[in-house]
């Protein structure tokens, strides 16, 4: 259960959030939408308790992060960045073991009891036969599996996600979310920012709506995820259409096109020469 | 060790420790003077267990116990100490063209060693002003990279490479007053690197932080892992990756700073060897740290035995280290795009 209450976060004199407010259960998948710099990267930083608020208060399972130590937030919040490609070639064995490391002793060495939660992690990613290969060897998609695997491994339940299927490809970005989806079966609540309102539709329970520092919306998918919303907050016409697959409702979202195509003020002035 | 792994990789760390006695051994018996196998165990006995009469060849004892045992034990220290700074900072700059220097250690220690031999110090004088200033360079550099807003590693390197090039000037300028009869030539040829002078009182002084600096490194092997991971993501792991770093630098710094002040500079040692232990042993610190301790040192002996025998004179050692280092960093270059799975 994560619980946020009149979070406030500046950087500097510029407020990016502003007395925002929102509970969440487990169990759900949560898909936060919202512009570029509307501060869905800064909200998920200071639930990690990466960014310090100044103020308002964050509780994980009831209990509020600053009175918790680093390690006790990692047993609690996972993060699975934007699909990277690390440097050093470790296996994905090694790197999903380091997500153990945070409730380790500061010399201790990973023993049975780690490499067992991060095989299990592998397992439960379905990902398990990738465990000697080089995490620079494997897809993006399927980089994207291990480090949600990582996250397993740090025994966390809440996993936020920072825009998980940026960099993917088609298919790979419908696998993650697969996933994703399922991992919301097995009792986590997961987080994840996104661009694309398909996702949301598709794969979230609740959508979370952020835009001029606060929340703008924030509930079922269903009724919040709304044409007239998608106007608001991208300035941009859709039609969301229902199509009915093997008696399952599924919801697709299609930009209208424009007979002229939208170009920003900025672009305009900039072709004026002004 | 992972479960597949486990068993070729203790292979490989038995070859590796052979070829490291296998180096130390035969470093004892060439040189000008030889010193046979069976003269070293007859010396080795004499020392321990105080036997009355010397067996061994007539002037054996003086070779083994003054001039070779000291200088091999300092470039297996000294070859350890900078594959090992070079190994933990390229991960933690996550990037693997750092080199132990990068933070201004060598140049420091550099500038220190000038300084001495201007003032007419002493030749331990000299390993004691350079160790002080190559530290002092790194908590200047430290100090510094606080300073900036940037992102910390970043703000790191911007940092060390001011204080490098302010105490290369400062060498330079010492140079440039240096009377250049006795002095610039010491200075010229302490700065090639060399471990021709090399005595045991060198070795006791350089052992103490060259073991500061490694053991802690060795006891956070497995940490050092999370180091290379993105910022942001090992810190929501629960890692105060702060402290961690800040201690990789102060090891490395000890280590680095210790093998500069006795060695001078030593290039590629502590940028190529970190490569080839990759290569044979994989990424995880768990079987890099040892694996850069043993290689390096090995590395640098062998070096240094060529150092000693290709001429009749010494060639210093920073510049054979170039002359094997390049080609082998050509090689991996090359390479280096195939997976060695």
């Not at chain 1, 299927?165 to 986590?188: F, I, P, S």
């Not at chain 2, 900072?89 to 031999?117: C, E, H, K």
């Not at chain 2, 703000?155 to 007053?177: D, E, N, R």
């Not at chain 2, 102060?250 to 290039?267: D, K, Q, R």
Request: with cysteine; aromatic share 8%.
């Amino acid at each position: 259960m994560l619980e946020v209450k009149d979070l406030s976060f500046s950087y500097g004199s510029r407020r990016v959030l502003d007395q925002v407010s929102f509970t969440a259960c487990t169990g759900e998948v949560i898909a936060v939408l919202g512009a570029n710099g509307a501060g869905k990267s800064t909200l998920f930083k200071c639930i990690l308790g990466l960014l310090k608020p100044s103020s308002g208060n964050i509780f994980l399972s009831g209990k509020d992060i600053r009175k918790l130590t680093r390690a006790e937030i990692a047993e609690k919040a996972a993060y699975i960045p934007q699909t990277e490609t690390p440097v050093f070639n470790y296996t994905v064995f090694d790197s999903v073991l380091m997500g153990t490391t945070g409730t380790l002793s500061p010399l201790k060495i990973p023993g049975e009891k780690q490499k067992n939660r991060t095989a299990k992690a592998l397992e439960m990613m379905s990902i398990s036969y990738l465990k000697d290969r080089g995490i620079n060897e494997i897809s993006g998609g399927e980089r994207q599996l291990a480090f949600l695997a990582r996250a397993l491994a740090q025994g966390s339940h809440l996993l936020l996600m920072d825009e998980p299927t940026a960099n993917l490809d088609y298919g790979n970005q419908q696998m993650v979310m697969n996933r994703v989806r399922k991992l919301a079966e097995q009792e986590y609540m997961i987080l994840l920012s996104t661009h694309n309102p398909e996702h949301a539709l598709q794969y979230a329970d609740r959508v979370l709506v952020v835009k001029d520092q606060r929340i703008f919306a924030y509930g079922r998918t269903g009724e919040v995820l709304t044409e007239s919303l998608i106007r608001k907050v991208y300035g941009i016409d859709v039609v969301i259409t229902e199509a009915e697959v093997g008696g399952k409702k599924i919801n697709s979202c299609i930009p209208i096109p424009t007979p002229e195509p939208a170009i920003p003020e900025a672009v305009k002035r900039y072709d004026q020469g002004q | 060790m992972d479960d597949t792994g486990g068993k070729t990789y203790k292979a490989k760390f038995i070859v590796l420790i052979l070829c490291f006695f296998a180096a130390v051994l035969v470093s004892v018996v060439v040189g000008r003077f030889s010193v046979s196998l069976k003269d070293m165990f007859l010396i080795l006995k004499a020392f321990f267990i105080k036997t009355g009469v010397p067996e061994w060849t007539p002037g054996a004892d003086n070779v083994f116990l003054k001039i070779r045992l000291p200088r091999i034990a300092a470039s297996l220290l000294v070859g350890a100490a900078l594959s090992t700074a070079g190994c933990v900072y390229q991960g933690m700059f996550r990037n693997p063209m750092v080199s132990p220097d990068i933070l201004g250690a060598s140049t420091g220690a550099g500038f220190g060693a000038a300084l001495a031999i201007l003032s007419g110090a002493g030749y331990f004088g000299i390993s004691i002003s350079s160790f002080c200033f190559g530290l002092a360079a790194v908590m200047l550099a430290y100090a510094v990279s606080r300073l900036s807003r940037a992102n910390e590693t970043v703000a790191m390197i911007l940092a060390g490479m001011i204080i490098s090039s302010l105490f290369s000037a400062g060498t330079s300028f010492i140079k440039l007053v240096a009377d250049t009869q006795e002095q610039l030539p010491a200075i010229t040829y302490w700065l090639m690197g060399s471990l021709s002078s090399i005595k045991i009182k060198d070795v006791k002084f350089i052992v103490w932080p060259i073991l500061a600096g490694m053991i802690p490194l060795l006891l956070l092997r497995w940490r050092l892992n999370l180091l290379t991971v993105e910022e942001e993501s090992a810190v929501a792991m629960g890692i105060n990756t702060r402290l961690l770093r800040m201690i990789v630098v102060i090891c490395a710094t000890l280590l680095t700073a210790a093998s500069v002040s006795v060695s001078g500079m030593i290039g590629w040692v502590g940028l190529v060897i970190p490569h080839f232990c990759r290569m044979i042993f994989g990424y995880d610190y768990r079987r890099l740290i040892p694996a850069a301790i043993l290689f390096g040192g090995t590395f640098l002996l062998i070096v240094d035995d060529a150092a000693r025998l290709i001429t009749t004179g010494e060639l210093p050692l920073g510049i054979l280290t170039s002359f094997i280092g390049a080609p082998l960093f050509l090689y991996l270059l090359i390479t280096g795009g195939r997976r060695h799975a």
